[in-house]
């Protein structure tokens, strides 16, 4: 299995958008998100959208790419939208049946909510599809970086991510090793109730977790061997290296963040 | 030069010590082949040599320094250690990134780094993999990245714990001539524990244990012609010491300096030549 696509998201490319520093892009996807909870009207609604469809232009992926994130959730928006629909009130009353009503804000309300998901959930899609698990895990390691204030075991944390990032191919490898051994020992694991099929993950599931934990062991003292000590400083051989692009980058969100204070202020 | 003197372990929660008073040298820039039955006791002793264990009683130095807690971020300065599983010490997300792992230990500086791991890829020929992934990557390729893991942190002691066990006949002759040519550069001490006698045959010096003593420490040609001794540890005669008694046995005089498959194929070919 290819580790890049593990979260079977990930479309190789060279654009802009994927080059730009996985620090960055983070820090702005979150940003984004909350900037979304904030439009409130039309004119900052729309200068988020224009937003997004740039990057997503910049980015030179496909769109099917994006609509598969969406199209996955799209049972929830519309079933958040209904509700939101049905048990508003404000404005004119379209109609009515005890306690659920039709209204005209209501009705806003429900568009803006459906809005508000699609541009959340296609701007974190920006991500994941420019972005490697790997540079992914970099990121979230330099991002955590500040919070060893704390006394948060922030070097630790970034090696368990980065290790178990490693072995999801290599224990997937194993799962399908075992189910064949299982199979040839004539399990079935298609067909019967779900509970049946349920137990028959068990005897895949033991040997994994023992296997597992026979690996953990074994590359706790190939660590060691290697000089690894949590609890030393050590250095990094990937490093993370902002670019003039990311400065710019940087700039036109603050740029964005500018104009949509002032739409939100003018609404 | 590495000491054992009066080595006595003994396993947590175990009644039998598996040591008891084992004392033996190994000395510089020589491959040292370990052998023996399984749970004689050859990966503990390399483990207890690299400070993988607690502390045993007895002593055991390595170029002067004694194995013991103080003095273990300096004794795995002067050791690389290659596992049998080529996964489960593959750290890295790539290539370059798992030979990175043990510089990015010692806090070499990042700038320092790239040329580090070139030379320690070049050594073991696989600078074309430098991107690749584990998964992309066949076993003996896997053992060759640990290899330079440890080359890369210029070892004085290299030791493999059955290293090319779990690899194809192509992959363990791959980690085999890796090691052979490290061997030609004189600088290394090599211990390898194995059970494979092509393995064994390469070696300068066998060590033989036994029930947790020393049983014999020699040449591999006398340990591998010494038929009862050879059996008694489980090992088998590689083939050409095989071919050869057949030989002898046929009445076919191969001079007694033969032991490879190599040697063994050129004097044929000399004697079929002559003869034809």
């Known amino acids: ?216 062991e074994e590359l706790a003292v190939a660590m060691e061997a290697r000089g690894y000590d949590p609890n030393q400083p050590r250095t990094k051989y990937r490093q993370l290296h902002w670019q003039r692009r990311d400065s710019l980058a940087l700039a036109v969100l603050v740029f964005v963040t500018l104009a949509f204070i002032g739409l939100r202020i003018w609404e | 030069m590495i000491s054992v003197e009066k080595l006595t372990f003994t396993y947590p929660h175990q009644e039998a010590a598996l040591f008891e008073d084992l004392s033996l040298t190994i000395p510089d820039h020589q491959w040292v082949a370990i052998v023996g039955r399984n749970g004689s006791g050859k990966s503990t002793l390399a483990r207890l040599i690299a400070g993988l264990l607690p502390t045993p009683a007895g002593t055991i130095t390595v170029n002067g320094l004694p194995v013991d807690e103080d003095h273990l971020a300096a004794l795995h300065q002067q050791l690389g250690f290659v596992f049998q599983n080529p996964d489960n010490q593959f750290v890295g997300a790539t290539v370059a990134d798992d030979v990175a792992f043990g510089l990015e230990n010692r806090r070499v500086a990042p700038q320092k780094m790239p040329t580090i791991i070139e030379r320690a890829l070049a050594q073991v020929r696989m600078t074309p993999f430098k991107a690749a992934r584990p998964e992309e990557l066949s076993g003996g390729q896997k053992q060759r990245v640990a290899l330079a893991g440890a080359l890369a942190l210029k070892p004085a002691v290299l030791i493999l714990d059955e290293a090319t066990s779990m690899l194809d006949p192509q992959g363990r002759g791959e980690v085999l001539s890796q090691l052979a040519s490290l ?6 001490t090599i211990i390898s524990i194995t059970h494979d006698p092509a393995e064994v045959a390469l070696a300068d010096q066998v060590i033989v244990l036994d029930q947790g003593q020393v049983r014999r420490q020699d040449s591999p040609e006398r340990v591998l012609t010494d038929v009862a001794l050879v059996e008694a540890v489980g090992l088998v005669q590689p083939f050409a010491l095989r071919l050869k008694a057949a030989l002898q046995a046929q009445g076919v005089a191969v001079p007694a300096t033969i032991t490879t498959e190599g040697e063994l194929v050129q004097w044929l070919n000399q004697q079929l030549n002559t003869r034809g």
């Open chain 2, 183 to 188: 061997r030609q550069q004189g600088e290394l």
């Open chain 1, 1 to 216: 299995m290819d580790n890049r696509a593990l979260f079977g998201m990930y479309f190789p490319g060279n654009s802009l958008i994927h080059r730009l520093d996985p620090r960055l892009k983070m820090v702005a996807c979150f940003w984004f998100v909350v900037l979304v909870f904030f439009a409130h009207g039309w004119a900052s609604n729309l200068l988020l959208i224009v937003l997004l469809l740039a990057v997503i232009r910049l980015s030179r992926v496909v769109f099917a790419k994006y609509w598969a994130g969406v199209r996955g959730l799209m049972g929830v928006i519309l079933f958040t939208a209904l509700i939101q629909a049905l048990f508003s009130s404000g404005g004119t009353v379209y109609w009515q049946w005890g306690i659920m009503a039709v209204t005209s804000a209501g009705l806003v309300q429900a568009v803006l909510l459906m809005l508000r998901f699609f541009l959340i959930i296609t701007g974190s899609t920006v991500i994941t599809v420019t972005t490697t698990p790997l540079e992914l895990a970099d990121a979230i390691a330099a991002l955590l970086k500040p919070l060893k204030v704390l006394h948060l075991p922030v070097n630790q944390l970034a090696m368990m991510l980065s290790i178990a990032l490693r072995f999801v191919p290599t224990i997937m490898n194993e799962v399908t090793m075992i189910m064949n051994a299982q199979r040839a020992r004539g399990v079935d694991f298609n067909s019967g109730s779900l509970l049946k099929r349920a137990k028959h993950l068990v005897p895949v599931l033991i040997p994994l977790f023992v296997a597992a934990f026979k690996r953990a």
